[in-house]
């Protein structure tokens, strides 16, 4: 018996390195040449080591557990003894930020913290986001004994675990890997990491927030009182400015604002720079804001959808900030932030009632900047056919529920689902809001009460694209449906194409359809509709009433009727719709009018110069001029 079982750890041992040989060929080589000579593997029965999380429920299993024991003053002691599967649990915590749920294994050998990690990885819509695992191995004998007994194939693969070292100077490598780049964030979900991996992450830490504090007191010297008359002084001499921007790849829409907005400076001779991450692994953190502060020294900083006051003190007070914003979040109209936003503060909201709105919030500056439309990316090709099916490109996302409000979002869809008309914005769903949470008997109070406000919108969003679909099938017309989300609904999910990457797909499918839908509410000059119309294609938007012809309403940047197609209710968007498939002559019309005016008006390179010329007028006055 001890023979054979000899010969199978032999077997399993040559199969586990042919396999690491292939795809971690030093870690095979260092496993090859260990010894096991004081090492053994005992299987321990019924042992509670076995995690399973499923959303925010979570079991610990009972099963055998292979624990490795080695020889020590004659005795054989317990070694990689499993953590307690619920001190992993709780490092999974959905509340912690997601970009931090990076994970690190600092034992390979041990066999629960392995497979814990592995078989629980965390997933997500972010964008660009994939949680990274590295594991580490110090002692390649344990390593070894553990290959003669388990199969790591399957939990070992390149696709589960991101970077992999093992022998004495394992720990020490993988520290240095993350000084070397100070984008990557540390891994927050640790696993089998000794006292020293951890006091390690902890001086990687501590010195990485000491260089942002020394260079937050380097950049306030920089930035003294009189910077934004010189910044100014600069403008009305026509020198190029130096343009900073930040933005982050975890995002769907913004990441490619911010490049192109850039471009659109860079285009008018400015000197630019762009912080983002250039892999998925990477976050920016407050030490690298700084450190990137400090390396170009901008005459202005771009922020979009965000504020200087979100930050701290990582932007200066005396460095001109404008803030591009394109969505409603939570934090623009945080009343902890408003009152620390200054007179170097510039914001441009997409269009004027929204502009209107946050200047009665106390922004000192906030006029209206239109969405723009990449003129090199989206553009008309006349090789494309065009089908007469109606493309509906947006995203569905319902949020998970919260324990501390069981069934409110559910509550709050079913509302909504029987409403004609959803209110739109998160001011007007505040008393429905108010509503539900009186009806189940919920008292929500604070940050709490803000969160579920925005979450209210997003449940609203969610409904009224819904409803669009809905309403289109029910007329019977041909509907392609294009995003996330749609083919987890029955309904829907025979009419889903999928999901587009920006670029060549979307200028695609945006002329190849006889009508794209657009039915954003107060929001009909949005990125989709300037694309589709770049690219010849006949955009069908919602009406937002008197607002449509109000000052820098939608009518000031497409003439409503010629260049732009609105729908006013459900009944107008159906007979519109059939109208084009109907007169091609009539969605041709529209088509061209809308494409030469986007080319001629409404690039990024308008959209930077319309910034500096408000810049010009308001740096230093306190104010924007009418």
């Known amino acids: 018996a001890a023979a054979e079982a000899r010969t199978q750890a032999e077997q399993l041992l040559a199969e586990n390195l042919t396999y690491l040989r292939a795809h971690w060929p030093a870690v095979a080589e260092a496993i090859a040449a260990a010894s096991t000579d004081d090492v053994e593997l005992w299987w321990c029965a019924d042992v509670p080591w076995r995690l399973r999380v499923e959303g925010q429920r979570f079991s610990v299993e009972r099963t055998d557990h292979p624990q490795l024991v080695r020889r020590i003053a004659g005795r054989w002691t317990p070694v990689r003894m499993p953590e307690h599967p619920l001190a992993l649990r709780t490092q999974l915590d959905p509340r912690t930020p997601l970009p931090a749920l990076h994970a690190c294994i600092g034992g390979i050998a041990d066999h629960a913290a392995l497979v814990n990690v592995l078989r629980n990885r965390i997933v997500s819509n972010l964008p660009n986001w994939k949680q990274a695992v590295c594991a580490i191995e110090s002692d390649t004998g344990l390593l070894r004994k553990l290959a003669e007994s388990v199969e790591l194939a399957p939990l070992l693969r390149p696709d589960l675990v991101e970077t992999m070292a093992v022998g004495i100077d394992a720990e020490r490598e993988l520290v240095e890997s993350f000084a070397a780049h100070p984008m990557r964030l540390l891994p927050r979900v640790r696993a089998a990491c000794c006292a020293g991996l951890v006091e390690r992450f902890a001086e990687l830490e501590r010195a990485r927030t000491l260089d942002r504090d020394e260079g ?3 950049l306030m ?11 100014r002084a600069k403008l009305e001499a026509g020198e190029p400015l130096r ?23 860079a285009a008018l001779g400015h000197q630019v720079n762009l912080l983002v991450e250039s892999e998925p692994r990477e976050r920016i953190g407050s030490h690298d804001v700084v ?39 939570p934090a623009l109209s945080d009343p902890r932030v408003l009152p620390r936003l200054g007179t170097n503060d510039f914001a441009f909201a997409w269009s004027e009632p929204l502009a209107r709105m946050y200047r009665e919030l106390g922004y000192p500056h906030c006029e209206t900047l239109p969405f723009a439309v990449d003129d090199a990316i989206y553009f008309a090709d006349p090789q494309v056919a065009c089908e007469p099916v109606v493309a509906y490109a947006t995203h569905l996302a319902f949020p998970d529920e919260l324990t501390f409000a069981p069934g409110l979002f559910r509550a709050l869809e079913q509302r909504m689902m029987a409403m004609d008309e959803v209110p739109s914005g998160v001011e007007p769903l505040r008393p429905l809001l108010a509503a539900v949470l009186i009806d189940l008997g919920l008292v929500v109070s604070g940050d709490r009460l803000a969160d579920l406000a925005y979450q209210t919108l997003m449940i609203a969003r969610h409904v009224d694209r819904v ?3 809905d309403r289109v099938l029910a007329a019977g017309l041909p509907l392609a449906l294009y995003g996330r989300g749609w083919e987890k609904i029955e309904r829907f999910a025979a009419h889903h194409r999928g999901q587009l990457a920006p670029g060549a797909e979307l ?13 954003n509410t107060r929001c009909n000059l949005h990125p989709r509709v300037l694309e589709a119309a770049a690219c010849g294609g006949f955009v069908l938007a919602r009406s937002d009433g008197a607002d449509d012809f109000g000052p820098a309403g939608v009518d000031s940047c497409l003439k409503v009727g010629e260049q732009l197609c609105l729908f006013g209710d459900w009944h107008d968007m159906i007979a519109k719709i059939r109208r084009a498939f109907d007169e091609p002559g009539w969605r041709a019309a529209f088509a061209k009018a809308g494409h030469d005016r986007v080319h ?10 319309a910034m500096l010329v408000s810049l010009g007028r308001a740096l230093g006055s306190g104010r924007v001029a009418a």
């Open 507 to 519: 200028r695609q499918m945006y002329q190849s359809h006889a009508v794209v839908l657009h039915i």
């Open 216 to 218: 937050i007191a380097l």
């Open 600 to 609: 001629a008006d409404h690039s990024y390179r308008a959209r930077a110069e």
């Open 291 to 329: 450190a990137s502060l400090l390396e170009h020294r901008p005459d202005l900083a771009i922020l979009i959808d965000h504020t200087r006051p979100e930050y701290g003190p990582l932007l200066p007070a005396n460095l001109p900030v404008a803030c591009w914003i394109l969505d409603e979040l």
């Open 221 to 231: 010297r920089h930035y003294h009182a009189g910077f934004p008359a010189q910044v």
């Open 243 to 265: 343009v900073w921007a930040w933005t982050s790849i975890h995002t769907t829409v913004l990441q490619h604002v911010a490049r192109s907005l850039v471009a659109g400076f």
């Open 467 to 469: 409803k669009v679909a």
